[in-house]
Nanobody, 123 residues
Framework: VQLVESGGGSAQPGGSLRLSCAAS????????MGWFRQTPGKEREFVAG????????LYADSVKGRFTISRDNAKNTVSLQMNSLNAEDAAVYYC?????????????????WGQGTQVTVSS
């Protein structure tokens, strides 16, 4: 499956951004989807994940209550609404997918990932 992220950019602290990931190539509903982020010198960090149906979600503690992951299976897209952004949220955000479940996805067990989109948070 091919994953292409969009929606990155710059926001002020306390602001919002919405990331989107378009999937193609395979049956989208076969996949658990998620978002990871990475800053220079650090390992890729799990942010959020969603089951194939959208009924189950999983979030990193650092983004709970601020970020919301959703998916539209009719459009083969997954989105990440990011509110109350702070400087620690600045990173390259990657869309990822696997068929093995949210827990494995959250531990870095993804089979496919996109090229990433930059998020900058500054005043």
């Amino acid at each position: 499956v091919q994953l292409v992220e969009s929606g990155g950019g710059s926001a002020q602290p306390g602001g919002s951004l919405r990331l989107s990931c378009a999937a193609s190539g395979r049956t989208f509903t076969n996949y658990f989807m998620g978002w990871f982020r990475q800053t220079p010198g650090k390992e890729r960090e799990f942010v959020a994940g969603i089951s194939w149906s959208g009924s189950s979600t999983l979030y990193a503690d650092s983004v709970k209550g601020r970020f919301t992951i959703s998916r539209d299976n009719a459009k083969n897209t997954v989105s990440l609404q990011m509110n109350s952004l702070n400087a620690e949220d600045a990173a390259v955000y990657y869309c990822a997918a696997n068929t093995r479940g949210l827990t494995i996805l959250s531990r870095g067990g993804f089979d496919y990932w996109g090229q990433g989109t930059q998020v900058t948070v500054s005043s």
